[in-house]
Structures are given as C-alpha cells and as structure tokens.
C-alpha cells in the first residue's frame, strides 16, 4: 500500500529537481525511485501521478516520464489584492509631459532639455573621470560629499546680502532628483494631513508628491508675478498652515517670474506666519532676459527651504538635487531623506561636481541662455502667425516652456489628443491646477528636439483650435 | 525734506548693489545718487544712515561710504521652527552600521562589503563604456530600462517551478537602491496606521522606513529557520495584517536561513491570511554554504513582492534595485516610486546591466563565495579563541555577519562604545530589535575592511567582555 507522506516528500523532492531541469528532460526510472527512496513502487506510482496532475510531468509509454515544458498562459486572478491593498489614496496620474514620443512626433510636451542643450562634453569627460577614482566603489556620506556640499552652499551664498549669513556646507542634504526632495520637504515639514499652501497652477510633480505624502493642498492663485501677499496671509489664518510651496523664478508652468518687491512681501508673509518657503528654484540654470535671485539667500531665519537640481541642466542621467535648510527643519529633512533613500551614488555627485566647476560650465551656460532665447522666439513667432487663437499672455523672462491660453470653453485634455492625432505631443494645462482650472491653457516646451519643427507644430495646433471653434 | 518711501527705494536698489559687491568697495559719492534717483541730498543721507543701521556699509571721514565686511557670526534662533514642525514622529536614528570609521579602527560595524570584494575591474570598464554611449545624456523610463527589467525577470524566474508562470519583464520596477523599495511598499501595500508583520530582530533599514511610512510594526519572533508559521498565522489573525516583511536568506542581521519545508509553510499561511510576503533577498549574492531560493519564484498569484538591490554585490556607487510584484500591487508601487524618485539614472542602470551580464560576473561571485567563506571562519575561529563569551548561536550559511550572543544582563551599547574606545567598531543589537530584545547581542560583519585584523578585534571584544562580567 503506498504511503501517503513518502509520496509528498517525494513530489516534493522531485518538484525541486524538476524546477532546474530543461523540459523534455527524462525523470529517473521507477525502479531507480523505489531504491533511492526506500519505498514501494505504489508509492513511486503515487507520486508520479500527482506531479502528472500538477502538469509538471508527463508520461510517454515505453519511453519514460519527462519533464512538461513550461505553461505559462494561464490567466492569474489578482482579486484578493484588492482587499489586501484597500481603497486606493487618490494620486495624480504621471504627466503628460514624462512620456516618450516616437520620433516622427513634433514634441512639445515634454519636461526635459534635448540633448543639443546639454553640456555633452562635459558629462562625457567627467563620467569617464570618474571611471578612474575611487568613487566607483566607495559609498557616499549620507547627506552627500563634502565638496559638493560647499559648492551648493556657495552657490546660494553668492547672492547673500551683507547682513545675511550664508548658508553653509552643513545646512545641505543632496538628494536623488528635485522629486526626491519634494517628497521629503512634504513629509517632514507638514506632514500627512496638514495643510500645505500651493500656487495655483504649479508643477505637477509638487502635486503629486503632495498626494504621496497625505498633505492637504490649498491653492493659492498665482499671476505672472507670484501670489498675491494678502491673499498668502488669509490663506496662512485661515488654514493654520505652516509651509507655502513656490517656484519664484520662471515656474513651470506658467513662467513667471516675481519681483524683488514681490518676493520681499512674500519672505515678510511668511515670516509672520511663522512658516516655511519651500522655494523650488528648478531652472536656476535656465535664465533668458533675467537671473533667478533665490529668496533662500536673503533668509537666515531659517524660512525658506530651498531646492535645487542639476539634473535639468546637466544632464537627465545625473540625478543630483540639494535641499537647503537650516535648524530643526535640517534634520527632519535629512531623517526622512535617509529612511527613503539612504545616501546618492558618488560617482552621479562627482560627474555632477566635476561639471559645474569646469570653465566651459560657464561657456556652456552663456551658449544656452542664448540657445533658450531663440527657440522661445521662434516657437512665439511660429505660434503668432500659424495658431493666433492661442495666446500667450506673459513671455517668459526664463525656462523651458510657453504657458498658452486656449479660447474659453475649450478642453485642453481634447485639443491634446487631436494635436497628437495630428503629429504633434503637448501638455494638457489641467495636469497643473490643484483645483479648478483658471482658464484653459497648454504648456509648450520649446527645450525639445528640433526646433525647426516649431512652424509645423504651431501650424496643426492652429488647425486643431480653429476645429474645435467650429463645434 | 526727506521723502521716506524714495530713502526706501535707494535703500532697496542699494542693498542689491551690496550683495554683489566685494567688501572694501566704494559707494558712488552722494552727489552721483542724488542725480541718479533724482531725490534731495538729505532723502540720500537717510537711505546711508539706514545701510549703515543695518551694518551694510561704513562711512570713512573724508574718503566716502563703503560696503562692510560680511558678518556671519549672528547666532540664529531657530525656535519658530519647532512650532511649526509640530511634535516630531518618531523615527529611529541613523544604525552605527552606517557610520563612516576612521581607518586605524577595526571596523565590524558595516553593513557594506569592502571594495576587494567588489568587481573593481567590471565595475570601472562598465562606467568608461557608458561614458561614451547615450545613456549620459539621455532620460530613463519611469519603471527602468528595458533590458534591465528582463534581466531582473529571467534571474528570479529562473527558479521558477514548472507549472509557476515566472514573472516578466513588465512586473519589474527599478529603483534607486532597495530602501526606496522598502519605503514604497509599506507605503503603497501597507499604509498608515495599518499593521505590518515583520521579524524580531530584523533589518534597522525596514524598522526605518517602516517609521517613515507610519505603518504600525507588529513584530513576529524569528529564529535560525524563520519564524513560527503558528505564530505567524495567529499575528495575521489577531491584528488583521495583510503584509509580512521578511530576509527568507541569509537575514541581516541573524544570518537565518529559511529550509524549503519553512518558506513553503510561510507561503501557505500568507496565502491563506490574502496577505502578502515583502521579501527581501538583500544577500542573494553571498550565498557561502547555500544559495537563495526565492519564494517569490515559488509563488505566481501575486502574494509575493520581491526585493532585489545590486548595490551592495556590484558596487556602493551603483544604486540600482528592483521589486518584482504582479498585478493591482505593481502599480501601486509604481506610482509611489514614481512620486518619490521618478525615475533612476541610467547610467547606473547600464552600469549594473553590464557588469551582471559579463561572464566575469560569474567567476567574480564564484571568488566571492570562497572570500566570505574565509572571512567568516576566520572570525568566528578568532571569537572562538579570543572572545569565549561571544557565542554565535549558529553559523550562517551566507551573508556578511555573525550574530553573537552576548552574556545576559549585558547591554550591546555600552559594550560597543567601550569596544570602539578600545579601537574596534561593532554595531550594537539593539537596533535591530522592532520591540524588546530578545537577548543581548552585537552584529559583526566580516566583509570590512582588513580581514588581517580579525583576531586583534577579538581580542579587544573578548577583553571588553571579560571586564563587563567583572562589573
């Protein structure tokens, strides 16, 4: 009579075999079973018929038993995830602006730089310097190496006034990507449910770290020239919020770009309330007919926390960003910065180091301010004269991007899908209002590939408008 | 008279001017700033006395008015801060493991393999051959390169049974190292406030992101062979936890390792609760004795979520990891991992892929196998001869570390910091623990620097224990 354990064990053992076998592979003969195992040839019987039924094994008369080839189509039913997992939070969905195009696609959608506008050389040379130190097999401090430390540090303190201490090496934590940053900032200076200010609209990745984060956004309008001050101050009573999230300096979407006064009332704004700036300045490197002046470098108080990224302007692959602050506000950042990440990679902080302190940096920089100049000309030019329902109301002084206003009553979420239906990616404005839409509006970047595309481009987007007037 | 609100005005233009020069450097005389602001000589004099207030400029009788050397020295009250941050969660500290050491300590205490163990030669050809291909210049997707997904997917189905379909390229999410992995999945499977199981002791860098996520830790005794699956189940039930973290091999820091009887009782039961299993195959490279067999190739309906970092085998410098999970939990996972990183370098993505694609790879880890063999033996032969009171409870069949069990009513910090007085680096047990300790114990990872100095580091902990017993 067979036993039922031995068999078990002997499926088991023969499970093991049989997972790094081929297929096809032939199973040892019964007999060679019935010895090694020490059982009856019933119980062998047994257990070559469960691994039959298991589909693992199959018999060929007057051959033997051989392994099946592997079945892999069968239909997996993930149900029971969805009590395990619970009610979804409610997270923005990746932007239209993260998607590859083909490339026989005008892009005007994306986030990015084209190559054409990045220091090459530079990233090349560097990436194989630091094939040759040490870098590439040592771990990097946790809040980031000490001379790139300093030189973010330095960077801001350059714009310090007089009667400002500047930021030191110490109040820097370097980061994994500017999103990275966003994340913790929300994380750890406000926290899941707490109110977090935001202008509206604003980058949609601060709005979807926000959403990662459990925070409670509460927009505030946001014209060419920043937030109203008094509308920041009512925002701040009324919510008790402790934190404003801003890009002083060419925001994405809309480009703007505030004034000294302007941000001088909204550094008092926030000193009143007792509250953090999260100042986002992520085209530092990116001005045109202005320079980004952060208001980090005029705030010793320990207000504003301030992000920075070079991953824009150096390169996509050298995710390398810094968040600078001072006091408690520090050390919670770099608490939650290591629980998720731990430390960056040495070698993309050195590449990131080596680049911006090499000479032909500032070159470089110099070539693209004029770069960025005439590609946003000549997509203005080419939208003024092939789509003139779309109108861009404030020419950006710096960035990447045209913030477009579409006519009234239009879907920007539609107009996007016929532009790409006819060849040409934008962005949807809505992915960038935490709220209500003020208007219906694109985001045109003109840092892509092939500018001499922009006359194309602007002539179907043109098409597309007058279409939908005609509805 | 004096116009207040023009002195504010030059005050303002003034102070900008300041901020760029250098200290020492002359004002222009006031009869230039009247003529330039078109105000009164006395609206002038009071917007310099205002500078002057400020500490921004100094007046030198007879020579002219001149910008003030930068003081730094104000001592900042950061207090504000605190009532904005709120109460502080409770995170646990940095682990000593993550401590840099000075190089005439014998270091224990790293949780990093030193960099003869790494393939030096691999790594460095890798980074010079990116170099000169478009990865440095170009954006990766949001869930990995490609080419890196399959190779993650073929190396876990490898051990797939036959009638387990194995995962695919599309189940694999990259990731900027696996802290982020650990953080992403509390948050994404987990949630706040919601109970996860995890083993008593386990990684400090789980306990960290667990306090992070803000998920409720529920810790589950484990032993040499993993935990109890009674235990298990009753955890499950009591707490109606859907997850359970655990190392099925090689477990930082004990060393354990699952036998396939275990792992399939902990499949069965995680099953059963629809829960799932968040793997961490952190060692699956130093297998010594045994290799890894990852449940996750054992289990095709979703419980499993598997995570696989290649940091620690190829090098600190390369922060690459993945996590393998099918169905509705991928892409929660993917969303968070996107709002926390968006995306990872892909140079260090192509990095990774060539070296564990390069035939040497295979010969370095056969290499490696016989290093940590040797290490191992060679410090537990040294703890054994000069550290009786140290007893490693069992020898770990893979792995970096010794588990060692210190005499009771001894406390792991005080004998790590007289250990470290005495020049050897240990890390205490204590942070390994989710709760109480189950004993007194210290981790001792044996793939440090200088293995040469094994028996002087026992020696030192054998005296040092030898002198706590005394006490």
Same mark, same amino acid.
């Given at each position: 009579?067979?036993?039922?354990?031995?068999?078990?064990?002997?499926?088991?053992?023969?499970?093991?075999?049989?997972?790094?076998?081929?297929?096809?592979?032939?199973?040892?003969?019964?007999?060679?079973?019935?010895?090694?195992?020490?059982?009856?040839?019933?119980?062998?019987?047994?257990?070559?018929?469960?691994?039959?039924?298991?589909?693992?094994?199959?018999?060929?008369?007057?051959?033997?038993?051989?392994?099946?080839?592997?079945?892999?189509?069968?239909?997996?039913?993930?149900?029971?995830?969805?009590?395990?997992?619970?009610? =979804?939070? @409610?997270?923005?969905? &990746? *932007? /239209? !602006?993260? #998607? $590859?195009?083909?490339?026989?696609?005008?892009? +005007?959608?994306?986030?990015?730089?084209?190559?054409?506008?990045?220091?090459?050389?530079?990233?090349?040379?560097?990436?194989?310097?630091?094939?040759?130190?040490?870098?590439?097999?040592?771990?990097?401090?946790?809040?980031?190496?000490?001379?790139?430390?300093?030189?973010?540090?330095?960077?801001?303190?350059?714009?310090?006034?007089?009667?400002?201490?500047?930021?030191?090496?110490?109040?820097?934590?370097?980061? =994994?990507? @500017?999103?990275?940053? &966003? *994340? /913790? !900032?929300? #994380? $750890?200076?406000?926290?899941?449910?707490?109110? +977090?200010?935001?202008?509206?609209?604003?980058?949609?990745?601060?709005?979807?770290?926000?959403?990662?984060?459990?925070?409670?956004?509460?927009?505030?309008?946001?014209?060419?020239?920043?937030?109203?001050?008094?509308?920041?101050?009512?925002?701040?009573?009324?919510?008790?919020?402790?934190?404003?999230?801003?890009?002083?300096?060419?925001?994405?979407?809309?480009?703007?770009?505030?004034?000294?006064?302007?941000?001088?009332?909204?550094?008092?704004?926030?000193?009143?309330?007792?509250?953090?700036?999260?100042?986002?300045?992520?085209?530092?490197?990116?001005?045109?007919?202005?320079?980004?002046?952060?208001?980090?470098?005029?705030?010793?108080?320990?207000?504003?926390?301030?992000?920075?990224?070079?991953?824009?302007?150096?390169?996509?692959?050298?995710?390398?960003?810094?968040?600078?602050?001072?006091?408690?506000?520090?050390?919670?950042?770099?608490?939650?910065?290591?629980?998720?990440?731990?430390?960056?990679?040495?070698?993309?902080?050195?590449?990131?180091?080596?680049?911006?302190?090499?000479?032909?940096?500032?070159?470089?920089?110099?070539?693209?301010?004029?770069?960025?100049?005439?590609?946003?000309?000549?997509?203005?030019?080419?939208?003024?004269?092939?789509?003139?329902?779309?109108?861009?109301?404030?020419?950006?002084?710096?960035?990447?991007?045209?913030?477009?206003?579409?006519?009234?009553?239009?879907?920007?979420?539609?107009?996007?899908?016929?532009?790409?239906?006819?060849?040409?990616?934008?962005?949807?404005?809505?992915?960038?209002?935490?709220?209500?839409?003020?208007?219906?509006?694109?985001?045109?970047?003109?840092?892509?590939?092939?500018?001499?595309?922009?006359?194309?481009?602007?002539?179907?987007?043109?098409?597309?408008?007058?279409?939908?007037?005609?509805?």
């Amino acid at each position: 009579m067979a036993d039922s354990s031995s068999a078990d064990r002997i499926v088991a053992d023969l499970r093991t075999w049989i997972s790094s076998a081929a297929p096809g592979a032939q199973l040892p003969p019964s007999r060679t079973l019935v010895a090694r195992y020490g059982v009856s040839p019933v119980t062998v019987q047994r257990a070559l018929r469960t691994l039959s039924s298991l589909g693992l094994v199959e018999g060929r008369p007057g051959a033997g038993t051989f392994v099946r080839a592997r079945t892999v189509a069968r239909v997996q039913d993930y149900g029971w995830q969805t009590a395990a997992l619970g009610a =979804p939070r @409610s997270m923005p969905t &990746l *932007s /239209a !602006a993260m #998607r $590859a195009a083909p490339d026989d696609v005008i892009a +005007l959608h994306s986030g990015y730089p084209d190559a054409e506008l990045l220091p090459g050389q530079l990233v090349r040379a560097a990436f194989a310097r630091a094939a040759r130190s040490d870098t590439v097999l040592s771990r990097s401090p946790a809040a980031g190496l000490p001379d790139l430390r300093a030189w973010f540090a330095a960077e801001l303190g350059a714009g310090a006034p007089a009667d400002i201490a500047p930021p030191a090496a110490a109040d820097v934590v370097v980061l =994994p990507g @500017s999103q990275g940053g &966003l *994340s /913790a !900032a929300f #994380r $750890a200076l406000v926290g899941p449910g707490r109110p +977090l200010l935001i202008e509206s609209p604003t980058y949609w990745g601060a709005l979807l770290a926000a959403a990662q984060a459990g925070v409670q956004v509460v927009p505030v309008p946001s014209g060419s020239d920043g937030p109203d001050p008094e509308e920041l101050s009512r925002a701040f009573a009324q919510t008790g919020a402790r934190a404003f999230y801003a890009q002083p300096a060419f925001a994405n979407p809309t480009g703007a770009y505030w004034s000294r006064q302007r941000a001088d009332q909204v550094l008092a704004t926030v000193r009143r309330h007792g509250a953090f700036l999260i100042e986002d300045d992520w085209a530092h490197d990116f001005g045109i007919a202005a320079d980004p002046e952060p208001l980090a470098a005029r705030d010793d108080g320990g207000h504003v926390v301030y992000l920075r990224s070079l991953t824009k302007s150096v390169s996509p692959a050298v995710r390398v960003a810094a968040v600078i602050a001072r006091g408690p506000a520090r050390e919670r950042l770099l608490s939650d910065v290591q629980a998720s990440s731990t430390y960056v990679s040495g070698v993309l902080q050195s590449v990131a180091l080596d680049v911006v302190t090499q000479p032909a940096w500032r070159t470089h920089r110099r070539h693209l301010r004029g770069q960025l100049a005439a590609r946003r000309d000549l997509l203005l030019e080419a939208l003024r004269e092939h789509a003139p329902l779309a109108r861009v109301e404030a020419v950006p002084k710096g960035g990447l991007n045209l913030w477009v206003r579409l006519p009234d009553n239009t879907d920007p979420a539609v107009v996007a899908r016929d532009c790409e239906a006819a060849g040409v990616r934008v962005a949807p404005g809505n992915e960038w209002f935490p709220a209500e839409q003020a208007g219906a509006y694109l985001r045109l970047n003109y840092s892509g590939p092939d500018p001499g595309a922009f006359g194309e481009g602007a002539r179907i987007i043109g098409r597309v408008l007058e279409d939908h007037r005609g509805r």
